[in-house]
């Protein structure tokens, strides 16, 4: 074997790689630099996200990245989540005076706004330069910004390891009444159990769960203050919380029964917007390496193999359900029994 | 030729004369701020709104009626609502009284410092004194039960004290309006003359007596015109019986009408929203026109006549410090508690009841996570801008609004009055919503999205109350006086200025501060009318609120709001309304 020439084709082909990857990289750069003078013209983008802090986008250290790659451009956050925002976006936009330039939610609460006609679709090469690397719903129009999770967690100080349900049916049991918490987003995950166990043994879990006399509220996270005051001794708390909670000493813990839902956010940048380049530049960056760092530091982006989210559920052995495979009948499904539960729990005392 | 051209120039004159523009102008503003958003109302009530918005193509319907009068929650809603309003009132009228009486009226010791630190509660928006209230009396771990329990030893893990209920949320709403009707009352109480007192007193009647038979009669007006107008705002309040109704189960309108247009999924229902809101308007229309029948008896209330006189102090003797000892439980159950439970909380990394182990934990991190907050700092510079805004310009409007119900002397001049009124009838979620499309459907004023929609805003809602305070003080005036001042010459800008103005002037410094606080802890309305550019401090906490979470940092601004409105309360009551003695 000519040896030499082995190696010789080795040094080539490292070379070339090594050369790919950095045009790799700078070509996301490149791709955004092409945005940021329109974007900077506008000076501002108005983000809203419900998880609070603009966590969505890397939250704090995220949108200082940002700005410091792109100066001139501020980010404006506000934290509303889509039952207020949406109704006020449809009456704004009647009339041309939106306010907010995006917003971050899951398909099922999207796709009326979608069918208004309300959203600005995008295209995916606008945005990134691996446009396969990354999910887009919505005709391809749509990127995903990011998983999220709201499971079940227990208070450790008031229920012991032994004494935890394995299952989502032994919450009905009798110990458990009265000290369940749930609230408007925690319940999200139960819609889904519809479409995997089927209507009569959904609707006989709900009304057992019911009978529970949980603790219920359409505030978002109104279940985790509960859980960790040990008014409830279980309730649905999203994982960024619980990690933040524990971090300050806070007596929860993740309770690992499955499946655990995954559900998908997606950016939704709204139609005639303030901001439409500034909105366009700030998703581009987010769908980078650089954001996507970011936001898998603030606890948001993807739970996949090497990202933190994924590391702290692998070892409870959990099986993760990812609302990403829904097909739009179960969309329209999963958004219809949000409402039918919502009714039903509204009655809990 | 002339003379009939002089004539011509003659009614002209007496058309358009200073004191007409001056009647006129204000009442034309008036209409404007409440006609519109009542119009919209009146036209969604009677659309049906399913996944659409009233001003869109959608059928009319009686649908959105029917629910509202019909469904099989109408009945526990409407018994829910008024026995909550009711005993809200009463109660918190009945310590209003004393209190004020106490403070206005008697020889009790520290009346200046007990009228601020009554005061105090004011400065507590509802939403947070829920907060607070849930913390100290939740069933199973609010602080006052931990204590009970463990201080009676009892076996139960709840009890005794449950805030998630009717009487807690009635408990609670009473405490906190309690201040409202004080200041309600203060001006009114001061300006008594205690003539007639003495009078009683001089033919034999004892003390007690005396204010049962002559002092409150009296004071009817003021005392019925603060129990309608709260009765009317108990109605309308969205922010207590959210927090410690929702989770019970306990329904009232109000909350109702937030769920209609704020479900947990779908799009709101603005036409049944509207239906219960018109249903509100009816309940508030019968209040107005007791109020109305009240105010037309108002000659026979005049109390402040052209004679000296000089305020008279009750002597309490031996039950003046049992008086203060009645002043401070207040305090105590009004203030203390929900203030300490906020400070506690703020300085907590996350939420958690008193314990040895919880004093380990202090820290100021929710403070310091303040400075990072993005919207803080536009937050605090809207807020004081809207609310000093708000409050003077309520204050001017609603001076010459009542002025014209009360003097004016053609026909129509009741009008206006009778307006700001009607307008307390509108939830104030709806009155949000009804403002936000009035603006956006009339793009020509562009004032959506910036701070002056909801200086517009908090402007109209407060008229009511400013409009029957001025009402109240103008009734005590006797027409004498200023038929003195034009018998003597004065020109009727030197009758307002030198004799009407400083006679009103406690009413009306006692209204701008009410006004200005309240707008501090106003978060409804701001919420509807919330966008990026236009963010205040209480609509800052209902959105960290409503995330969840983040109960420190909610305590956090929430002391903030309140160090504001305590530094703006003390120093209205030392520099705007020093105490005469």
Same mark, same amino acid.
């Given at each position: 074997m000519n040896y030499r020439l082995i190696i010789l084709v080795s040094v080539v082909l490292a070379f070339i790689c090594g050369g790919a990857s950095d045009s790799s990289s700078q070509n996301w750069e490149t791709l955004l630099q092409k945005l940021y003078p329109a974007a900077k013209k506008e000076g501002a983008v108005h983000f809203n996200g419900a998880g609070g802090g603009g966590i969505e986008i890397g939250g704090k250290d995220g949108m200082e990245k940002f700005s410091k790659r792109f100066p001139g451009i501020s980010i404006v956050v506000s934290g509303l989540s889509s039952s207020k925002l949406y109704p006020r976006v449809i009456a704004e936009a009647r009339a041309g005076s939106l306010t907010v330039d995006m917003d971050v939610e899951d398909p099922p609460a999207v796709k009326p706004m979608i069918d208004r006609g309300l959203i600005a679709m995008m295209d995916p090469k606008e945005l990134t330069d691996k446009p396969e690397h990354f999910r887009f719903v919505f005709d391809n129009k749509l990127p995903v910004s990011r998983h999220q999770i709201t499971h079940l967690a227990y208070n450790t100080k008031a229920v012991s390891k032994n004494d935890l349900p394995k299952s989502y049916e032994d919450l009905l049991n009798p110990k458990w009444k009265g000290r369940l918490a749930f609230d408007g987003r925690g319940m999200w995950g139960f819609t889904h159990l519809r479409i995997l166990w089927g209507e009569d043994k959904f609707w006989k879990f709900i009304n057992g769960l019911t009978a529970q006399q949980p603790l219920w509220s359409t505030r978002c996270n109104s279940a985790t203050d509960k859980v960790v005051t040990g008014e409830a001794l279980i309730g649905c708390v999203s994982m960024t919380s619980l990690d933040e909670l524990k971090k300050k000493g806070a007596p929860v813990e993740f309770l690992p029964i499955s499946p655990v839902f995954v559900r998908i956010e997606l950016f939704v940048p709204f139609k005639n917007a303030p901001h439409p380049n500034a909105t366009k530049l700030l998703i581009g960056w987010a769908l980078s390496p650089e954001g996507i760092e970011a936001m898998n530091k603030a606890g948001s982006g993807m739970v996949v193999p090497g990202t933190p989210i994924y590391d702290v559920l692998k070892p409870t052995g959990v099986e993760l359900f990812f609302a990403d495979r829904l097909t739009p009948e179960q969309l329209d499904l999963v958004q219809k029994t949000r409402g039918e539960m919502a009714k039903a729990w509204g009655a809990v005392k | 030729m002339d003379a009939a051209v002089n004539l011509t120039r003659f009614k002209w004159t007496q058309a358009f004369s200073a004191e007409k523009l001056i009647y006129l102008i204000p009442g034309a503003i008036v209409t404007y701020l409440v006609l519109p958003p009542l119009a919209l109302l009146i036209m969604s009530s009677f659309r049906k709104t399913q996944d659409q918005l009233p001003i869109e193509a959608v059928p009319w319907?009686? *649908? &959105?009626? @029917?629910?509202?009068?019909?469904?099989? =929650?109408?009945?526990? /809603?409407?018994? &829910? %609502?008024?026995?909550? *309003? /009711? #005993?809200?009132?009463?109660? *918190? %009228?009945? +310590?209003?009284?004393? @209190? +004020?009486? /106490? !403070? =206005?009226?008697?020889?009790?010791p520290h009346g200046d410092l007990c009228m601020s630190l009554v005061l105090i509660p004011l400065a507590l928006p509802g939403l947070i004194t829920a907060i607070g209230w849930s913390f100290l009396a939740s069933p199973r771990v609010g602080v006052f039960n931990v204590v009970l329990r463990s201080l009676f030893g009892m076996d139960a893990a709840i009890g005794p004290l449950n805030i998630y209920s009717l009487a807690g949320i009635i408990f609670v709403s009473a405490l906190s309006i309690i201040p409202s009707i004080v200041l309600m009352l203060s001006g009114a109480f001061r300006n008594f003359d205690p003539a007639l007192e003495e009078a009683s007193e001089a033919s034999g009647a004892s003390a007690l007596r005396t204010q049962r038979s002559v002092t409150l009669p009296l004071l009817r007006p003021a005392l019925m015109g603060a129990f309608i107008y709260n009765l009317a705002d108990a109605l309308d309040n969205f922010q207590i019986p959210s927090v410690l109704g929702l989770n019970a189960g306990i329904h009232v309108y109000s909350t109702k009408i937030y769920l209609a247009t704020n479900p947990l999924s779908g799009l709101p229902d603005y036409g049944l929203a509207s239906g219960y809101s018109m249903l509100l308007f009816l309940l508030a229309m019968g209040l107005i026109i007791a109020h109305q029948r009240t105010m037309q008896r108002q000659h026979n209330f005049a109390v402040v006549t052209g004679k000296g006189y000089r305020p008279r102090r009750v002597a309490l003797g031996k039950w003046k410090y049992l008086a203060f000892s009645g002043v401070g439980l207040y305090l105590f159950l009004g *203030?203390? #508690?929900?203030? /300490?439970? @906020? !400070?506690?909380?703020? @300085?907590?990394?996350?939420? %958690?009841?008193?314990s040895a182990e919880a004093l380990a934990r202090l820290t100021l991190s929710n403070y310091r996570a303040l400075l990072d907050l993005g919207q803080f700092k536009a937050a605090i510079t809207n807020t004081l801008v809207v609310s000093l805004a708000v409050a003077t310009a309520t204050m001017v409007l609603s001076s010459l609004t009542a002025w014209m119900a009360v003097? $004016?002397?053609?026909? $129509? %001049?009741?009008i206006p009055d009778f307006l700001t009124f009607v307008n307390t009838a509108v939830p104030s979620v709806v009155f949000g919503l009804a403002i936000m499309l009035v603006y956006l459907s009339f793009p020509i004023v562009r004032i959506y999205g910036t701070i002056w929609i909801i200086i517009i805003a908090l402007c109209t809602r407060y008229l009511s109350f400013s409009t029957r305070l001025m009402g109240g003080a103008v009734v005590q005036i006797h027409k004498e006086l200023e038929e003195a001042s034009e018998a003597s010459g004065g020109s009727p800008w030197v009758t307002v200025f030198r004799i009407t103005l400083p006679l009103l002037m406690p009413a009306l410094l006692s209204g701008w501060l009410w006004v200005a606080v309240h707008t501090l802890r106003e978060a409804t309305i701001a919420v509807m009318l919330m966008t990026p550019a236009n963010v205040v401090l209480s609509a800052l906490v209902w959105e960290k609120f409503q995330q969840g979470g983040e109960h420190g940092l909610v305590a956090a601004m929430s002391v903030v709001i309140i160090s504001i409105s305590m530094t703006l309360t003390f120093f209205g009551r030392k520099v705007l309304l020093p105490r005469q003695n």
């Amino acid at each position: 074997m000519n040896y030499r020439l082995i190696i010789l084709v080795s040094v080539v082909l490292a070379f070339i790689c090594g050369g790919a990857s950095d045009s790799s990289s700078q070509n996301w750069e490149t791709l955004l630099q092409k945005l940021y003078p329109a974007a900077k013209k506008e000076g501002a983008v108005h983000f809203n996200g419900a998880g609070g802090g603009g966590i969505e986008i890397g939250g704090k250290d995220g949108m200082e990245k940002f700005s410091k790659r792109f100066p001139g451009i501020s980010i404006v956050v506000s934290g509303l989540s889509s039952s207020k925002l949406y109704p006020r976006v449809i009456a704004e936009a009647r009339a041309g005076s939106l306010t907010v330039d995006m917003d971050v939610e899951d398909p099922p609460a999207v796709k009326p706004m979608i069918d208004r006609g309300l959203i600005a679709m995008m295209d995916p090469k606008e945005l990134t330069d691996k446009p396969e690397h990354f999910r887009f719903v919505f005709d391809n129009k749509l990127p995903v910004s990011r998983h999220q999770i709201t499971h079940l967690a227990y208070n450790t100080k008031a229920v012991s390891k032994n004494d935890l349900p394995k299952s989502y049916e032994d919450l009905l049991n009798p110990k458990w009444k009265g000290r369940l918490a749930f609230d408007g987003r925690g319940m999200w995950g139960f819609t889904h159990l519809r479409i995997l166990w089927g209507e009569d043994k959904f609707w006989k879990f709900i009304n057992g769960l019911t009978a529970q006399q949980p603790l219920w509220s359409t505030r978002c996270n109104s279940a985790t203050d509960k859980v960790v005051t040990g008014e409830a001794l279980i309730g649905c708390v999203s994982m960024t919380s619980l990690d933040e909670l524990k971090k300050k000493g806070a007596p929860v813990e993740f309770l690992p029964i499955s499946p655990v839902f995954v559900r998908i956010e997606l950016f939704v940048p709204f139609k005639n917007a303030p901001h439409p380049n500034a909105t366009k530049l700030l998703i581009g960056w987010a769908l980078s390496p650089e954001g996507i760092e970011a936001m898998n530091k603030a606890g948001s982006g993807m739970v996949v193999p090497g990202t933190p989210i994924y590391d702290v559920l692998k070892p409870t052995g959990v099986e993760l359900f990812f609302a990403d495979r829904l097909t739009p009948e179960q969309l329209d499904l999963v958004q219809k029994t949000r409402g039918e539960m919502a009714k039903a729990w509204g009655a809990v005392k | 030729m002339d003379a009939a051209v002089n004539l011509t120039r003659f009614k002209w004159t007496q058309a358009f004369s200073a004191e007409k523009l001056i009647y006129l102008i204000p009442g034309a503003i008036v209409t404007y701020l409440v006609l519109p958003p009542l119009a919209l109302l009146i036209m969604s009530s009677f659309r049906k709104t399913q996944d659409q918005l009233p001003i869109e193509a959608v059928p009319w319907t009686f *649908a &959105n009626y @029917l629910h509202v009068f019909t469904s099989a =929650e109408s009945y526990v /809603l409407f018994q &829910n %609502s008024l026995t909550y *309003a /009711l #005993c809200t009132v009463v109660v *918190a %009228s009945t +310590v209003a009284v004393v @209190l +004020v009486w /106490l !403070i =206005e009226r008697s020889d009790m010791p520290h009346g200046d410092l007990c009228m601020s630190l009554v005061l105090i509660p004011l400065a507590l928006p509802g939403l947070i004194t829920a907060i607070g209230w849930s913390f100290l009396a939740s069933p199973r771990v609010g602080v006052f039960n931990v204590v009970l329990r463990s201080l009676f030893g009892m076996d139960a893990a709840i009890g005794p004290l449950n805030i998630y209920s009717l009487a807690g949320i009635i408990f609670v709403s009473a405490l906190s309006i309690i201040p409202s009707i004080v200041l309600m009352l203060s001006g009114a109480f001061r300006n008594f003359d205690p003539a007639l007192e003495e009078a009683s007193e001089a033919s034999g009647a004892s003390a007690l007596r005396t204010q049962r038979s002559v002092t409150l009669p009296l004071l009817r007006p003021a005392l019925m015109g603060a129990f309608i107008y709260n009765l009317a705002d108990a109605l309308d309040n969205f922010q207590i019986p959210s927090v410690l109704g929702l989770n019970a189960g306990i329904h009232v309108y109000s909350t109702k009408i937030y769920l209609a247009t704020n479900p947990l999924s779908g799009l709101p229902d603005y036409g049944l929203a509207s239906g219960y809101s018109m249903l509100l308007f009816l309940l508030a229309m019968g209040l107005i026109i007791a109020h109305q029948r009240t105010m037309q008896r108002q000659h026979n209330f005049a109390v402040v006549t052209g004679k000296g006189y000089r305020p008279r102090r009750v002597a309490l003797g031996k039950w003046k410090y049992l008086a203060f000892s009645g002043v401070g439980l207040y305090l105590f159950l009004g *203030a203390v #508690c929900p203030l /300490l439970v @906020l !400070i506690w909380t703020s @300085l907590q990394p996350f939420f %958690s009841m008193p314990s040895a182990e919880a004093l380990a934990r202090l820290t100021l991190s929710n403070y310091r996570a303040l400075l990072d907050l993005g919207q803080f700092k536009a937050a605090i510079t809207n807020t004081l801008v809207v609310s000093l805004a708000v409050a003077t310009a309520t204050m001017v409007l609603s001076s010459l609004t009542a002025w014209m119900a009360v003097r $004016g002397r053609f026909r $129509g %001049s009741s009008i206006p009055d009778f307006l700001t009124f009607v307008n307390t009838a509108v939830p104030s979620v709806v009155f949000g919503l009804a403002i936000m499309l009035v603006y956006l459907s009339f793009p020509i004023v562009r004032i959506y999205g910036t701070i002056w929609i909801i200086i517009i805003a908090l402007c109209t809602r407060y008229l009511s109350f400013s409009t029957r305070l001025m009402g109240g003080a103008v009734v005590q005036i006797h027409k004498e006086l200023e038929e003195a001042s034009e018998a003597s010459g004065g020109s009727p800008w030197v009758t307002v200025f030198r004799i009407t103005l400083p006679l009103l002037m406690p009413a009306l410094l006692s209204g701008w501060l009410w006004v200005a606080v309240h707008t501090l802890r106003e978060a409804t309305i701001a919420v509807m009318l919330m966008t990026p550019a236009n963010v205040v401090l209480s609509a800052l906490v209902w959105e960290k609120f409503q995330q969840g979470g983040e109960h420190g940092l909610v305590a956090a601004m929430s002391v903030v709001i309140i160090s504001i409105s305590m530094t703006l309360t003390f120093f209205g009551r030392k520099v705007l309304l020093p105490r005469q003695n």
